[in-house]
């Protein structure tokens, strides 16, 4: 990337912290993204600190789950964003809840949380925040898939849509966006979806290991497409760094949280004045 700077810092107990050159503003042109059946409604407002998490990726009860709720009981009185991907969720049981899913699900609803706990769909979540919210009795609740916090000049959005490497996830988020297909996916013979599923991961798994965690200039462009009004910065999820890792130019930033199979428990907390500061776990 033409004049890329990295350098690395210690944030808190975190590991080293990359932060590279951010390509161009985007002020005027905020296409892309946002025509690929993107939400773009405000979330809310909240006079307290937010708790940021992305990729927890949770399989079922133990490990990452026991985490995932000390860290709603150690914030329970501030609002929990979790940026996409909250279940390792495929295709193969939309419409219905994982057994292994369940469990875990019960225990978050069963918190004594004076705030809520909030889901922005990731590419795991596409269609099974509803579902989700329903078997928690609204103790999850969903929210857009990208979320401006214009009082604290931040945009929220899990980062499957930045992608302009993965022509296989495109087209399968491009189907998805019809309501048709939606309807139709979920009368898949539930063999016939654990094909899918499998096929998808093994997809999703060879992608990875070919691009590795880093976002493209492309993807940056996207990014960029996406800031409007007084948002400074951008934190998202889905690409899967072992650490934070911030790019930053032209005085807006995009910050990319870590994913829990490499840092469990990694959170950030923002301000209601928009300061951002980061904790690699609990």
Not at 128 to 140: C, F, H, M, N, P
Not at 203 to 231: H, I, Q, T, V
Not at 248 to 255: E, F, H, L, Q
Not at 258 to 278: C, D, K, M, Q, R
Request: proline content about 5%; some cysteine.
């Amino acid at each position: 990337m033409a004049g890329e700077e990295e350098r690395a810092e210690r944030p808190h107990s975190a590991p080293a912290r990359h932060v590279r050159a951010l390509p161009g503003n985007g002020d005027t042109e905020r296409r892309g993204a946002c025509e690929q059946g993107v939400t773009v409604r405000e979330f809310g407002v909240f006079d307290s600190d937010i708790v940021l998490t992305a990729d927890v990726h949770l399989e079922g009860e133990g490990g990452r789950s026991d985490v995932f709720i000390e860290l709603l009981r150690r914030y329970a009185a501030l609002p929990v964003v979790v940026i996409g991907d909250l279940f390792s969720y495929w295709y193969e049981r939309w419409g219905k809840v994982p057994p292994r899913f369940a469990g875990v699900i019960d225990r978050i609803s069963s918190l004594e949380r004076k705030a809520p706990v909030f889901l922005v769909p990731g590419n795991r979540d596409l269609l099974v925040g509803g579902i989700l919210e329903k078997r928690s009795r609204g103790a999850l609740r969903v929210a857009p898939e990208v979320v401006r916090l214009e009082e604290r000049g931040v945009v929220i959005t899990h980062g499957d849509m930045l992608t302009r490497y993965d022509s296989h996830y495109r087209m399968y988020r491009f189907v998805l966006s019809s309501g048709l297909m939606s309807m139709l996916a979920r009368m898949v013979p539930e063999a016939a979806a654990e094909w899918v599923a499998f096929r998808l991961k093994r997809m999703s798994a060879a992608e990875k290991r070919r691009r590795g965690e880093k976002l493209m200039p492309l993807e940056l462009a996207e990014a960029a497409k996406l800031f409007s009004g007084e948002a400074r910065s951008l934190i998202c999820g889905h690409f899967h760094p072992d650490f934070l890792v911030s790019y930053v130019g032209a005085g807006r930033s995009v910050r990319v949280l870590p994913a829990w199979e490499s840092a469990p428990g990694s959170h950030a907390v923002l301000t209601p004045e928009g300061a951002f500061s980061y904790n690699a776990g609990l």
